[in-house]
Structure formats: structure tokens, C-alpha cells
């Protein structure tokens, strides 16, 4: 049994499956919103039925994120061999080529899951598998242009939640769709910030090396402050319940302490695990408002 733990651990780090399962409860954050916001009568599916489908999506999500951290660490050897050497490809944990094999295998896994709750979610997931290897293969290193695709990747778990419901889903959710993608743009570009030495050293063109760290701690608040700004709609346009204002207010101050952390103390990584900590206040208040 020991034996088998510690075979199966460096896999689990490598598609850090803390990631992964944050990634799959926000899915299901997704479904039982929509479930909860959607009229009775677009509701077709039995609860059994919908049980199954909330699952298949649940493992979808899974699966996919672990398969684009897994193919990302595959392509950014070179740089967390600099910025994150414990990491388990550079550490000598999991090879190059397993890590390959490995990933493969979770995006194939992850799309037949997607295809057996319904043609939109596997539409969805399709996406999302392209944007994270041609993420990791190279827009991660073009400015801008990579925060931009983890915003959308993150943001698109609450639209493939909906999508269990179908299109009516999907758009019911696209808002919180935004939200998040706003939120998770600002601490990538953060992280950039915090990685910059070795990203330099690799070659990559990040927003911060593109443009330098105080432009770039610029447009990660302006970033901050449009995603503030929009924080009430889901409230306003009767999505959500006072509830979430509440919770919401919480993500919105720990999001504002992560910039100040950044830009007036030169903290990249408690600004980034100040965002992380928003973004699960944001996803608790999604719950609350539901």
C-alpha cells in the first residue's frame, strides 16, 4: 500500500490535484446554481439523471485540469527548473516522457466524460483542451495574451457547470463566467511578477518583461478594479441573493489587499496567495447567493 502511495504521489503533484479539485467543486458550484436560477420547466432531466451528468462534469473538469498542469510542467521544464525545482519533472520524480503519456491520456479521459453529459459541454471541454496546450506549448510566454487564456479557462468551469442545463444554462452563468476569468487574469499576471527571473532566463515574453513590473502591477489593478466594479451585477440582475453580497465583500477586500501587497510592498507571492484566498471566498459566495 506504501508502495503504491508513493508511485502515485509525484502524479498527483504533477497535475496538482489541489488545483484540479478546486477546479471540479467550482463545476458543480456551476450546476447547482444554474439548478437553482433556471426556471422549472428548463429543467428536463431527472434527479438521477442529473446526478450522473453533475458527476461526469465533475470527473471532466478533473481530469482536464490535470491533464493541461501535467503538460504545461512537460513543456516549462526548463523554467521550474529555476523557479520550482521541487517540482516533479525537474526533481527527477516523474519523466518527461511519463508526464507526456500521462496528460494524454487525462485529456482523452476528460473528453469522454464531457461528450456523455452533452454536445455543449463537449464543445466546451474541445476548447479548453487546445487553449491549454497551445497554452503550454507557447502562449504562456506572449504577454498578456497567456493571462488572458487562464482567466478564460478558469472562468469557464461556471459555463460548463451551466452547460449541464444546455445553452439557457450557459448563458445564466456566463456573468460569473466573467467575474472569475477578471479575477484569475490579475493573479496570473501577478504570478509573472513573481517569476520573472526565470521566465527571463527561458526566453519567455511575460507581461512584466514585456512591459516592466510597475506597468504590469498597473494593469493587474485596473484588472482588480473593473472585476470590483462588476462584483454586484449577479445581485442586481437577480441571478443571486443577498447572501452572496455579503461573502462577495470579503473576496473583493482580500483582492484589493493582494494589489496593495504587490504594488506598495513588493510582495508578488503573498499577493498571489492573497488572490488564490479571494477566489475561494468568491467561489463561497457564489454557494451563499445560490
Do not use: H
Amino acid at each position: 500500500m506504501k508502495k503504491t502511495i508513493n508511485v502515485l504521489l509525484p502524479y498527483l503533484q504533477l497535475i496538482r490535484y489541489r488545483n484540479c479539485l478546486m477546479a471540479a467543486i467550482g463545476t458543480l458550484i456551476g450546476v447547482f446554481i444554474a439548478y437553482n436560477i433556471l426556471p422549472t420547466t428548463s429543467i428536463t432531466y431527472s434527479a438521477e439523471i442529473l446526478i450522473i451528468k453533475a458527476l461526469l462534469a465533475f470527473v471532466s473538469v478533473f481530469f482536464i485540469t490535470g491533464a493541461g498542469n501535467s503538460i504545461n510542467d512537460y513543456f516549462d521544464v526548463d523554467i521550474d527548473a529555476i523557479n520550482r525545482p521541487s517540482r516533479p519533472i525537474p526533481a527527477g520524480k516523474v519523466t518527461e516522457q511519463n508526464a507526456l503519456y500521462f496528460s494524454t491520456a487525462l485529456f482523452i479521459a476528460g473528453m469522454v466524460a464531457a461528450f456523455s453529459v452533452n454536445y455543449i459541454c463537449a464543445v466546451i471541454a474541445g476548447i479548453n483542451v487546445l487553449v491549454l496546450i497551445y497554452y503550454a506549448r507557447s502562449l504562456k510566454r506572449k504577454a498578456l495574451v497567456g493571462n488572458i487564456s487562464i482567466g478564460y479557462l478558469t472562468g469557464s468551469i461556471f459555463l460548463f457547470g451551466g452547460s449541464v442545463f444546455g445553452m439557457e444554462g450557459l448563458m445564466m452563468l456566463s456573468i460569473l463566467f466573467l467575474l472569475a476569468a477578471l479575477a484569475t487574469m490579475a493573479r496570473e499576471i501577478v504570478k509573472d511578477i513573481e517569476d520573472i527571473e526565470g521566465d527571463r532566463l527561458s526566453g519567455a515574453s511575460t507581461l512584466p518583461i514585456k512591459i516592466g513590473v510597475k506597468r504590469s502591477v498597473y494593469t493587474a489593478s485596473f484588472i482588480v478594479a473593473v472585476a470590483l466594479v462588476a462584483s454586484p451585477l449577479p445581485y442586481i440582475i437577480s441571478i443571486l441573493g443577498t447572501g452572496y453580497l455579503y461573502a462577495v465583500a470579503i473576496a473583493d477586500l482580500l483582492f484589493i489587499l493582494a494589489i496593495i501587497e504587490v504594488g506598495l510592498r513588493d510582495n508578488a507571492a503573498r499577493s498571489s496567495r492573497l488572490f488564490k484566498a479571494g477566489m475561494v471566498f468568491a467561489l463561497i459566495a457564489f454557494i451563499a447567493g445560490a
